[in-house]
T-cell receptor, first 110, second 114 residues
């Protein structure tokens, strides 16, 4: 109940393509769903986040889609760029701590 | 620079030893979280402090302990170190934004146990 399942583990996309990363959760007490981006040697940095009362949130090329009934949410990166190459973590907040998915390593090739 | 400061950046030590990792949160943030990141385990929540008091505990080993001081900086103490403790240790601090607890991470402390 305290897990967040993330897929795929790794993703290779061509420049300009769409990158899609999926996550699923079980605990309906989770009330905040952020995505973090981590570059090698750096700490995770907040990318975009959504609350369960919203089905979609878009910030630039990054969009979160949220399906409350299915308990799933996904990150879409439009027009993927080589600079987007990083590890992406979905997460959920069950009010006292942030639980992370296992991460997706994204590689965008020119 | 995220505003969360972690020291040391790198630490190499031997099995059986004890180390202390230090974290200074962003100015104004009262909560501090510690996470462990290893290659095969992802980001594992260890412990959270809020204004000096322990708030939540995750999969933190008994050999590990932490505290948050009156000036809000926090220390994570790792003792009787084992090879498997080699990992990146991240500290994060948080602030409430629009009703959500937003965590900001430091750059991490890389611990290597030989």
């Amino acid at each position: 109940q305290q897990q967040v399942k993330q897929s795929p583990q790794s993703l290779i996309v061509q420049k300009g393509g769409i990158s899609i990363i999926n996550c699923a959760y079980e605990n309906t007490a989770f009330d905040y769903f952020p995505w973090y981006q981590q570059f090698p040697g750096k700490g995770p940095a907040l990318l975009i986040a959504i609350r369960p009362d919203v089905s979609e949130k878009k910030e630039g090329r990054f969009t979160i889609s949220f399906n409350k009934s299915a308990k799933q949410f996904s990150l879409h990166i439009m027009d993927s760029q080589p600079g987007d190459s990083a590890t992406y973590f979905c997460a959920a907040f069950p009010p006292d701590k942030l639980i992370f998915g296992t991460g997706t390593r994204l590689q965008v090739f020119p | 620079d995220s505003g969360v400061t972690q020291t040391p950046k790198h630490l190499i030590t031997a099995t059986g030893q004890r180390v202390t990792l230090r974290c200074s949160p962003r100015s104004g943030d009262l909560s501090v979280y510690w996470y462990q990141q290893s290659l095969d385990q992802g980001l594992q929540f260890l412990i959270q402090y809020y204004n000096g008091e322990e708030r939540a505990k995750g999969n933190i080993l008994e050999r590990f302990s932490a505290q948050q001081f009156p000036d809000l900086h926090s220390e994570l103490n790792l003792s009787s170190l084992e090879l498997g403790d080699s990992a990146l240790y991240f500290c994060a601090s948080s602030v409430m934004e629009s009703g959500a607890n937003v965590l900001t991470f430091g750059a991490g402390s890389r611990l290597t146990v030989l």
